[in-house]
Each structure stands twice: as C-alpha cells, then as structure tokens.
C-alpha cells in the first residue's frame, strides 16, 4: 500500500509538472516520461491490492458503525461430475464441507486493540467458542483484514470441519482418512451487504479449498456416491447453480446453500 502511495504521489507531481510547463519545453518531456512511467506501475499495484482498496472503502462507508463478519473455509469435493454436500446443522439445506475459522488465545490482545466483539446471532457455547464470526468497528476493517491476511492468531488449516463433519460422523472410514491433501484455490471477499438478521453490515470471507484425493480415498469417495446416506448430497454443477431445483423442474424439492455457489466460480 505504501508503495501503491509512491506511485499516485509520482503521477500527480508528474502531471502538475506537465501541465504548468510549455510543451517545448524540456520538462515537459521528462514530467510526461515519468507520468507514463508511473502509469505502468500503479495499474498493477491497483490489481495486486484491489482487494484492500475496495476494504478501505467499505471502512470509509461504515466508519461509525460496526460490520459484521463471518470467515471460514469451504471445500470443493469433485468426484467425476458431482459434487459433494452435506446437510447443515442449523438450517435444511445441504452445503460444502467446511466451517467458521477459530481464533487462538494468542491473538486476544490483537483483536481488543482493535475492538472486536463477538456475534450476537449466535448464543456463546462450547462449539461456538473461538470462532471468526464477530463484529469489528468500521474503522478498523483494513486492520482486522490486515490481521486476517497473516495467518497469526488464528486456524489456518482446513481439517478440523472435515474431520468433524465427513470422519467423526462415521460418513469417510477414518482409516482412509487419516489425512488429506488439499489446494487453496481461491481466497473470496463478498461485497459488503446489509443483514437483516445481524442488523447491520455483513462481510463475508471465504477460502475455497479443493480436496486432491489419494486413489483408495477416491476409490472410497465413488463407492460413497452409491449409498444411501441422507446426510450427504452428491449434486451436479446446473443443480448447485439452481440451488437445489433438479433438472429443469420449477419445484425445488432440496435446498442447496448459496455457499456451494461460491466452490465452484472459482474464477470470480
């Protein structure tokens, strides 16, 4: 960002130079080889932090107020053409495999500096304890972002829900699942949207993770799609992108969460 700072400094120095100067004149010139110089720059710094600027401005907008925000990780589980969900603990609807991030103790003194209180939607208990879902003061979203960003204080693996949702339940054998591998393929910053159940702001973050199966852990994924279990839901891109409805029938009949959407436009 500081750098992002230089680059706008230099353009505007460079333009003021180039327009109070004669165009004969040698320092027109320069002022104008600089000015296309930091140009170049700067459109690349814009992409690299597209995402902290677009931070900074929801900051500007809820300055006064508190946003909340909800940040977890989701999984991306692809076997041939399906894809795999499971049923929601909290609402009737089936959704990918993953939860809310945890905060660690460590990072307790970061987040009172910054004036983060946790979220009124859901009651404080045992499961609840620790997690990323919280409100923070307009003011300080590039501060909490920032913290996000490095990864201290906080969980950063994806194996805790996968263990709690697909291995404890008994749904994956734990002796296939003893570890999995899996790729980062996506870190997602919904835009800032009113909640009505929070009352407030909502941001929204998501990393999408990509599950790379073993071949016995593949073998054991097809075997699964063959079953019976109610609890999981293997469905197809068209029935995730019509967030439930089959095939081309106007009656929804399963509900898919609006999350699984997100596991598969990656490229957004």
């Known amino acids: 960002m500081i750098r992002l700072a230089i680059y706008v400094a230099g353009l505007l120095i460079s333009v003021g130079v180039m327009l109070s100067s004669d165009t004969d004149s040698p320092w027109f010139a320069i002022s104008s080889g600089l000015a296309i110089g930091f140009v170049i720059p700067l459109i690349d710094a814009v992409i690299v932090h597209f995402s902290f600027l677009r931070i900074a401005w929801y900051s500007i907008r809820t300055w006064r107020s508190r946003v909340r925000i909800s940040a977890s990780y989701l999984y991306r589980i692809q076997v041939d053409n399906d894809y795999l969900l499971v049923k929601g603990k909290r609402f009737d609807q089936y959704q990918p495999v993953g939860g809310v991030y945890k905060a660690y103790p460590s990072s307790s003194g970061r987040r009172n500096d910054m004036g983060i209180l946790d979220d009124r939607l859901l009651e404080p208990d045992e499961v609840?304890?620790?997690?990323?879902?919280?409100?923070?003061?307009?003011?300080?979203?590039?501060?909490?972002?920032?913290?996000?960003?490095?990864?201290?204080?906080?969980?950063?693996?994806?194996?805790?829900?996968?263990?709690?949702?697909?291995?404890?339940?008994?749904?994956?054998?734990?002796?296939?699942?003893?570890?999995?591998?899996?790729?980062?393929?996506?870190?997602?910053?919904?835009?800032?949207?009113?909640?009505?159940?929070?009352?407030?702001?909502?941001?929204?973050?998501?990393?999408?993770?990509?599950?790379?199966?073993?071949?016995?852990?593949?073998?054991?994924?097809?075997?699964?799609?063959n079953s019976t279990e109610s609890r999981i839901l293997w469905a197809s891109e068209k029935q995730i992108r019509r967030l439930g409805a089959a095939d081309d029938s106007p009656s929804q009949t399963t509900r898919i969460a609006q999350t699984a959407v997100w596991t598969i436009d990656t490229s957004i």
């Open 128 to 225: 609840s304890e620790g997690d990323l879902r919280v409100r923070v003061p307009g003011r300080n979203l590039v501060s909490f972002v920032r913290w996000f960003e490095t990864g201290r204080g906080r969980e950063t693996d994806g194996w805790r829900e996968f263990y709690e949702e697909l291995v404890a339940t008994g749904i994956l054998r734990e002796s296939n699942f003893r570890f999995i591998k899996y790729d980062r393929i996506q870190r997602r910053y919904q835009p800032l949207r009113y909640s009505e159940s929070a009352e407030s702001q909502e941001l929204l973050i998501a990393d999408i993770f990509e599950l790379i199966p073993t071949p016995d852990q593949l073998v054991e994924l097809r075997e699964l799609k």
